[in-house]
Structures are given as structure tokens and as C-alpha cells.
């Protein structure tokens, strides 16, 4: 029996309220609509995604299994386990591309032990999107994903990667977005390095500013709990 293909799936990274179809390629909805197996972060949002595609999808004879970072092996073997007896499974995130900063990597490690086809679709992810538009170095640069969330550690982090050549990306959680860039401004030297802030990418809120410091100083930036990708180098 052949085995089936592994899907990955990108979901727009804007809010829900701003979904506009013309930013899925036509391919991705076409394979979306021959799936029948899908490992998603959230059931309720992933099927809201789907239906938006496609209102006539039947949603209701689906099959949809969790995988966040709390899933067990035994969900991800069982998704394995479905790929090995020839179904196509598609997985999706919350927002972005599976697998970067993303619980999908379980599933495709798991993939590639059974010689499985991994199939990654085009599709945005805040990471890159942010780096094209920010003017900063586009040759060398470095994913660092979430900084701590306790001050002290995330203000010591950041005096340890600044000393670091190259540009390095950030992301956090929207409610403690404006305390990072607070951190980053006080703490980054010298006064003119330049903070690149990418907000709300995709959606109709959309804004990308690169400033040196001693400028984010003079002119502080309200984020609003707006989602947001941190880039300094």
C-alpha cells in the first residue's frame, strides 16, 4: 500500500476578523478540499479556516486530532499510523506555517523515520515576511523565537545576543509586546542600532517600522497587544 502524503498547511497570520481568500493560494484550497485527515492546534478555529475556503466542505465526516504542545506521543503516532495506510493528512496551526515555532515539528520528525513525503506549502510566515521588509541584514541572521518572560532573564538574554553578529528575530505574545520593546530600547547599545517592529502582518492594521534606538526613544510606539515580530541587529 502506498503511504499517504504530509500536508503543511499555512494559515494566515492576521486576525480572523481580516481573512481575505485572495491570500490563499488556489492550490492550498484544492488540497484542502481532498483531505479528510488533519493535526491542528485547535479544532473550533481550523474548522471555521476550512469552512471560510470552502462553505460546502463536509466538515462533519473529517477527522481532526490535536496536536499543541501538550500532545501526547500516542496522538502523533496515531496520526503516523493513518499517513502509513495511505490517507493524506494535512496539518495547521494556530497562525503562520507549521512546524516553525510551531508543535507541527513533532509530527514531521515522526514522518521522516517512516520515509513518509512531506509536501510544505506556500504560504505566510510572520518570521520572514518581517526580515524582507525591515532592512536589516537579510545575509546573516538568527530565529531566537520567545526571550524569557521574567524580566531579569529576558534583559540578560538580550545583553548576551546583541554582543552576536547578524540580525535576530523575536516574537512574543501580544499582551507582553510593549514591555520587550520597552527592554529592548533601554537596554540594546548603542543609540543607533536600529529595532525593526513588524505589526499585525497581513491584516489591515499592518505596519513595519525600522528606527534606531535614540529615534524609538523620542517617538515611543503604542503596540496594543497587536501580534508583532522584533527584529535588531
Known sequence: MNKGILYLIPVPIHNEEDFNIRLIPPYIVEIIDSLKFFAVENIRTSRRFIKKLNPNFDIDNTNFLIVDKRAEKETIRELVNHLLDGND??????????????????????????????????????????????????????????????????????NIIQKKSGA??????????????????????PQNRKISIAIDLTGKNEKIITKSIYELSNNKIILEKKPTIFIFE
Open 89 to 158: 493528512v494535512g496539518v495547521m496551526s494556530e497562525s503562520g506555517c507549521p512546524g516553525i515555532a510551531d508543535p507541527g515539528q513533532k509530527i514531521c520528525a515522526l514522518a521522516h523515520k517512516h520515509q513518509i513525503t512531506i509536501k510544505p506549502l506556500i504560504g505566510p510566515t510572520s518570521i520572514i515576511l518581517a526580515l524582507m521588509a525591515s532592512g536589516l541584514n537579510g545575509q546573516e541572521f538568527k530565529f531566537h523565537g520567545y526571550l524569557p518572560i521574567e524580566q531579569k532573564d529576558r534583559i540578560n538574554e538580550i
Open 168 to 189: 535576530h528575530i523575536f516574537i512574543e505574545t501580544p499582551y507582553r509586546n510593549q514591555k520587550v520593546l520597552e527592554d529592548l530600547i533601554i537596554h540594546l547599545k
